[in-house]
């Protein structure tokens, strides 16, 4: 599989492949040629949470904060690629005493442009918030990151999100004497026709089997007249056998669910000046979800380098936009201590 911007020839000498750009992340963004971006990902400054020095989220209006960032949010849609995706991390806050909701409005109104879809709220749980002893309200662990698509057609591939997880055991002990005992109790107990109870024990024998086997992790059983209709169930499916056959057997094959939750701790770098700075680890696992290797990302808010870092790990190429001269130093600095992962952007995979 080959890398290839849509719409742009020489795109390697054209954009400013890896690198970090000192300025008005507005004005810059409007140097990219249309759909020539796999995925942006990007950690605006929130609203009036932190002094950056100057530029966004120091609006005093919550209203005002979200139609400026809109104002951006219309480049990234340019920008991104048709099969591309935008990921958009944004914090709350409370003014007098009120949580003003602001991930949410910013969401909803990117969805009312009718330029994209949102696809995921995906909720970062940080595992060790800021320790705050508030008396009238719990403390804050949790944001989220909202993925926007351009099409249906968006670069998907879901068995790479989380892959490091432990996966479910596979290899604990059976007891053949019980496994499935009770099923066969209930089959008995039921309402089945005779025939009915025949075919059920006859399945339940051979999953039961397939699992003794290790050819299946686990299974369920409902029973027509014991167990409630699976939630959700549709004519064609478990619905319609428990009708047809009174009993229906789910196999479960030990395949990670993979859930809407990404847990890390938050970073913290000795000497760095960036006051939030989030986890590499978490651009991580959006690169794996939403990016083919080689591929170009941006980071229009590029911080304390975090996006760049992952993507240097992972053989994604990077541009990044930063307002703050400071930051832009630092996070070079930060990048040039990483290992590269030798790809080259557009080469064969």
Same mark, same amino acid.
């Given at each position: 599989?080959?890398?290839?911007?849509?719409?742009?020839?020489?795109?390697?000498?054209?954009?400013?492949?890896?690198?970090?750009?000192?300025?008005?992340?507005?004005?810059?963004?409007?140097?990219?040629?249309?759909?020539?971006?796999?995925?942006?990902?990007?950690?605006?400054?929130?609203?009036?949470? !932190?002094?950056? #020095? =100057?530029?966004?989220? /120091?609006?005093? $209006?919550?209203?005002?904060?979200? %139609?400026? *960032? &809109?104002?951006?949010?219309?480049?990234?849609?340019?920008?991104? !690629?048709?099969? #591309? =995706?935008?990921?958009? /991390?944004?914090? $709350?806050?409370?003014?007098?005493? %009120?949580? *003003? &909701?602001?991930?949410?409005?910013?969401?909803?109104?990117?969805?009312?442009?009718?330029?994209?879809?949102?696809? /995921?709220?995906?909720?970062?749980?940080?595992?060790?918030?800021?320790?705050?002893?508030?008396?009238?309200?719990?403390?804050?662990?949790?944001?989220?990151?909202?993925?926007?698509?351009?099409?249906?057609?968006?670069?998907?591939?879901?068995?790479?999100?989380?892959?490091?997880?432990?996966?479910?055991?596979?290899?604990?002990?059976?007891?053949?004497?019980?496994?499935?005992?009770?099923?066969?109790?209930?089959?008995?107990?039921?309402?089945?026709?005779?025939?009915?109870?025949?075919?059920?024990?006859?399945?339940?024998?051979?999953?039961?089997?397939?699992?003794?086997?290790?050819?299946?992790?686990?299974?369920?059983?409902?029973?027509?007249?014991?167990?409630?209709?699976?939630?959700?169930?549709?004519?064609?499916?478990?619905?319609?056998?428990?009708?047809?056959?009174?009993?229906?057997?789910?196999?479960?094959?030990?395949?990670?669910?993979?859930?809407?939750?990404?847990?890390?701790?938050?970073?913290?770098?000795?000497?760095?000046?960036?006051?939030?700075?989030?986890?590499?680890?978490?651009?991580?696992?959006?690169?794996?979800?939403?990016?083919?290797?080689?591929?170009?990302?941006?980071?229009?808010?590029?911080?304390?380098?975090?996006?760049?870092?992952?993507?240097?790990?992972?053989?994604?190429?990077?541009?990044?936009?930063?307002?703050?001269?400071?930051?832009?130093?630092?996070?070079?600095?930060?990048?040039?201590?990483?290992?590269?992962?030798?790809?080259?952007?557009?080469?064969?995979?």
């Amino acid at each position: 599989m080959q890398y290839i911007p849509e719409n742009a020839q020489n795109v390697e000498d054209s954009l400013p492949i890896d690198q970090i750009i000192c300025g008005d992340n507005l004005e810059l963004i409007q140097q990219l040629p249309d759909c020539s971006i796999q995925l942006v990902i990007t950690s605006p400054p929130y609203f009036q949470q !932190r002094d950056y #020095g =100057s530029g966004m989220g /120091n609006e005093t $209006d919550v209203n005002e904060y979200i %139609n400026t *960032l &809109l104002s951006l949010f219309r480049e990234c849609i340019r920008v991104v !690629r048709n099969d #591309g =995706s935008i990921v958009f /991390n944004i914090g $709350d806050k409370y003014m007098d005493s %009120n949580l *003003l &909701l602001v991930p949410y409005r910013f969401a909803l109104a990117a969805t009312e442009t009718g330029l994209v879809t949102l696809v /995921n709220e995906i909720t970062w749980v940080k595992r060790n918030p800021t320790p705050r002893q508030f008396r009238r309200r719990l403390v804050s662990s949790t944001e989220p990151f909202f993925h926007f698509v351009k099409s249906k057609d968006y670069y998907y591939d879901l068995n790479a999100f989380l892959a490091q997880e432990r996966s479910p055991k596979q290899t604990r002990k059976k007891d053949s004497t019980k496994l499935g005992q009770r099923y066969f109790e209930l089959i008995e107990e039921s309402e089945l026709s005779k025939a009915e109870k025949t075919v059920a024990r006859k399945e339940l024998t051979e999953v039961i089997q397939e699992v003794l086997q290790g050819e299946t992790h686990d299974f369920r059983m409902k029973i027509r007249g014991i167990h409630a209709e699976p939630f959700g169930g549709q004519i064609g499916g478990r619905t319609l056998q428990l009708k047809n056959k009174g009993f229906t057997i789910i196999r479960m094959h030990g395949n990670k669910l993979k859930r809407d939750v990404i847990e890390t701790s938050v970073a913290a770098i000795k000497g760095n000046k960036h006051p939030a700075i989030y986890p590499v680890e978490v651009v991580e696992e959006f690169l794996n979800l939403l990016t083919p290797p080689g591929s170009l990302v941006l980071d229009p808010f590029m911080g304390s380098g975090s996006t760049a870092i992952a993507c240097k790990k992972l053989g994604r190429h990077y541009i990044g936009y930063d307002i703050n001269a400071e930051y832009c130093e630092d996070a070079r600095q930060r990048i040039s201590e990483t290992p590269n992962a030798s790809l080259r952007l557009f080469e064969k995979k």
